[in-house]
């Protein structure tokens, strides 16, 4: 029913936050079949974004939304339902998101992408039979579902359809794609072994990096290797870039089929066989190998790796004082990484392990987004007790110096390239326009609706002696929801503090002009 590049942007749909702005649609418009055109809702920047993947304005207003399930916060699941035509729909998963938050690293990247090891199933793979039970009525209007996601969506798209006849919707279900999502637990598929030969003939996984490759595939599903492009960004992007290959941007498209080119190895590029291939085995390997581990080992290791991910959080918070200088927690890190380098082997040996901690420190520090002069005052640190442990010179100190922050600024200028997204938009558009009256008018209205929900927590509150005690439970209930609330509070101190800051930046510009 869809081609490749319509199948690209539904997995694109799923990325973008449209729970608010359907809701604030129907509730203004009085949509009786609750269904919002996605050129409606999607900002114009979003619309020019999906012109550059060929996706037409036309498509985006015949598409429409008609369901928005959001548990983001909660537990990182979100999927929309895009109704393309009468009586035929889209379920979009999303996938994971920016692992440099932790909400999102907690939420996606361990409870949902790491715990897919050893396990049968995930809190997001629960949560889609909670989308299932709670939509019922809405997926049973429509004759023809489609399924998809990106990375972990598309691992969400299989799942439901796996599961999809405890739903009633396993002939509803004619079509399941994964983009490049990871597979499943040898538990998994031993569970749902019959469910799986049921619908594999209805599922496609399109794979293209080493994502694709984690796990398990499912057996008699249609797996194809697809390619990437040369067009999207440079050679060395190309050639060298594990994991923004992943994105779907890459994809190399045949625009006469409208469909993705097939290749035969993990990529369409003769010279690209050992980075790529190796990464995508190497990442296949270990995750069947923690897979097919006795229960206790796998979990003790998805544990260990999840203690050690949450951990760095912590660390990057306490490193460094207000001033930016390391405090003693941060000193006391650093000598143990320096020392246990220095213990691996005897010196020159341990020399050349200090010099690659160095390097890899500096890669972490950039991808946690440590302040550039911050790691050139660790790196200074880290030469110091190199110095006082080994004595060296001052001409070997400097050249370790100069070649790590050599090093540090190719990686900030390829993660800020690559992985930052406010710095590729400020460098795409370095005049910002900004209105700081419309921010204060935002302000006022959110205080103004917590005053409202004050008042309202008042008036709840002298109730309690009016009412008797079969009411009283309820009325506790309501009270304890309803009152002032501090998030909003906080926004609401945020958009006027953005709002001075501006002001200020702009005056002190003119200042100096």
């Not at 996601?149 to 359809?161: I, K, Q, W």
């Not at 796996?162 to 009633?168: C, D, G, P, V």
């Not at 190309?238 to 923004?244: A, D, E, G, S, W």
């Not at 010179?393 to 390239?417: K, M, S, V």
Request: net charge negative; proline share 1%.
């Amino acid at each position: 029913m869809y081609n490749d590049l319509q199948l690209r942007a539904f997995t694109q749909i799923a990325y973008i936050d449209l729970e608010s702005k359907y809701n604030y649609y129907i509730a203004n418009n009085s949509l009786v079949d609750h269904k919002v055109s996605l050129y409606d809702l999607l900002a114009e920047e979003e619309i020019e974004k999906f012109e550059k993947l060929n996706i037409s304005k036309t498509e985006l207003k015949n598409w429409k939304i008609s369901g928005v399930y959001d548990a983001n916060e909660e537990n990182g699941f979100y999927a929309c339902v895009i109704e393309t035509s009468p009586g035929n729909a889209v379920i979009a998963f999303r996938g994971s998101e920016d692992p440099s938050k932790i909400g999102n690293a907690k939420n996606d990247w361990i409870d949902s992408d790491l715990k897919l090891l050893n396990s049968i199933s995930t809190t997001q793979q629960k949560e889609v039979e909670r989308f299932f039970a709670n939509n019922q009525d809405l997926l049973q209007k429509y004759d023809n579902l489609t399924l998809t996601g990106h990375s972990l969506g598309g691992n969400l798209a299989e799942y439901g359809t796996i599961i999809s006849e405890k739903y009633a919707l396993d002939e509803k279900i004619k079509q399941c794609y994964s983009l490049d999502g990871p597979g499943f637990s040898d538990e998994f598929i031993n569970k749902y072994r019959s469910q799986i030969n049921k619908m594999s003939s209805k599922m496609c996984h399109y794979r293209w990096s080493l994502v694709g490759k984690i796990l398990n595939d499912l057996p008699n599903v249609t797996y194809k290797q697809v390619g990437v492009s040369d067009d999207s960004n440079n050679l060395d992007d190309q050639k060298y870039n594990l994991f923004t290959r992943h994105d779907t941007k890459y994809l190399d498209i045949d625009m006469t089929t409208k469909s993705f080119k097939t290749v035969n190895g993990l990529n369409n590029q003769e010279n690209e066989f050992d980075l790529q291939n190796l990464a995508a085995l190497a990442t296949s390997y270990f995750s069947k190998g923690v897979d097919h581990m006795p229960s206790i080992i796998g979990d003790a290791i998805v544990n260990i790796i999840e203690s050690v991910w949450l951990s760095s959080y912590e660390i990057k918070r306490n490193m460094y004082d207000k001033n930016g200088d390391l405090t003693i927690t941060g000193k006391l890190v650093i000598c143990a990484f320096v020392m246990a380098c220095a213990e691996i082997i005897i010196f020159p040996i341990s020399a050349i392990s200090i010099i690659v901690g160095v390097l890899a420190f500096c890669i972490v520090a950039v991808s946690f987004g440590f302040v550039y002069d911050m790691i050139v005052r660790l790196i200074d640190y880290i030469c110091s007790e190199i110095k006082s442990v080994y004595n060296w010179g001052t001409e070997q100190l400097a050249q370790l110096r100069q070649g790590a922050i050599d090093f540090i600024n190719r990686i900030t200028n390829f993660y800020n390239n690559k992985f930052n997204i406010g710095y590729q938009y400020a460098s795409a558009n370095p005049q910002i326009k900004l209105d700081t009256y419309k921010l204060r008018d935002y302000a006022q209205r959110l205080d103004n609706v917590n005053k409202r929900a004050k008042d309202l927590d008042r008036r709840l509150k002298s109730l309690y002696g009016k009412i008797g005690l079969l009411d009283l439970f309820n009325l506790i209930k309501a009270d304890i929801l309803i009152g002032e609330s501090w998030k909003i509070s906080q926004c609401s101190a945020y958009l006027r503090e953005t709002a001075d800051d501006f002001d200020n930046a702009e005056t002190e510009i003119i200042r100096n002009i």
